[in-house]
């Protein structure tokens, strides 16, 4: 199917393309970029199904340049990066399933009195954030908490959605003790394969307006760029604060959902 989309105003499409290098800021850093480019397209006047095909062909291009840089810079276990990729693609898909069967408000309501504490366990353990830890763990319990992150994530990812590079990293801090740029960088690379796997399918189905998507897929990719040097130049004194703003935007985002 074709769908027809007329430019808006060069005052609306640059405002676009700064909240897509926004997104691609705070998602290479922290995850959640989603909260912003997917209203951004929204707002230009896209219909939801092409908003949402543009959105994941611009995430997956700020995505992969991120990943990238966590790659390059030594900052991102790959190994275990990959298996939770992996797994994340089942647990999406049980995720999805999931979705059609049940009322998803409720799990909504548990996160918005979650994300409070989270919150504060991450403000609360620093060290938690600062130093990569991982190596204390030994090599299986290392693939299962990464098999498992992957497959819990996915499965969020299908049933629920926002914030889900956000939540990985939490996963990987807590229960693989990786430092906040490892954790960012191992997000990077789950995010990329759930982006990429959904760029794909919407690409597919012919509900990607290339004119507005690739134009916006530059500044994702100059955003992700900047975030992720950024962010492992810093390291946690700079990811911990953009986190608590992420967590933050995905709660009022889940409240309205749930009870508007």
């Given at each position: 199917m074709e769908y027809i989309?007329?430019?808006?105003?060069?005052?609306?499409?640059?405002?676009l393309f700064g909240m897509i290098f926004l997104a691609g800021f705070v998602d290479s850093v922290a995850g959640g970029g989603?909260?912003?480019?997917?209203?951004?397209?929204l707002l230009s006047g896209l219909p939801?199904?092409?908003a949402l095909g543009c959105n994941k062909v611009s995430s997956a291009c700020g995505t992969l340049v991120a990943t990238v840089q966590y790659f390059r810079s030594g900052v991102l276990d790959w190994r275990v990066a990959g298996l939770s990729a992996?797994?994340?693609?089942?647990?999406?898909?049980?995720?999805?399933?999931v979705a059609l069967l049940i009322d998803d408000d409720t799990l909504k309501m548990a996160l918005i009195?979650?994300?409070?504490?989270?919150?504060?366990?991450i403000l609360a353990k620093r060290n938690l954030a600062d130093e990569n830890l991982s190596e204390q763990l030994t090599r299986k319990q290392r693939w299962f908490f990464g098999a498992f992150i992957g497959l819990f994530?996915?499965?969020y990812d299908g049933l629920i959605g926002p914030g889900t590079g956000a939540f990985a990293?939490?996963?990987?801090c807590i229960l693989m003790k990786y430092d906040m740029r490892t954790a960012s960088g191992n997000a990077r690379m789950l995010n990329l394969a759930s982006n990429v796997a959904a760029a794909v399918t919407f690409a597919s189905a012919g509900t990607v307006v290339y004119k507005v998507a690739l134009p916006a897929a530059v500044f994702g990719i100059l955003g992700g760029y900047l975030g992720s040097k950024v962010a492992i130049r810093r390291g946690a004194k700079f990811i911990r604060p953009?986190?608590?703003?992420?967590?933050i935007m995905i709660m009022v985002n889940l409240v309205v959902d749930v009870f508007f």
């Open positions: 989309y007329e430019f808006p105003p060069t005052g609306s499409i640059l405002l989603g909260l912003i480019s997917q209203p951004a397209y939801i199904h092409c992996v797994c994340s693609f089942i647990g999406s898909a049980g995720g999805a399933r009195i979650l994300l409070p504490i989270v919150s504060i366990i994530i996915g499965f990293m939490m996963a990987y953009v986190m608590i703003v992420v967590l």
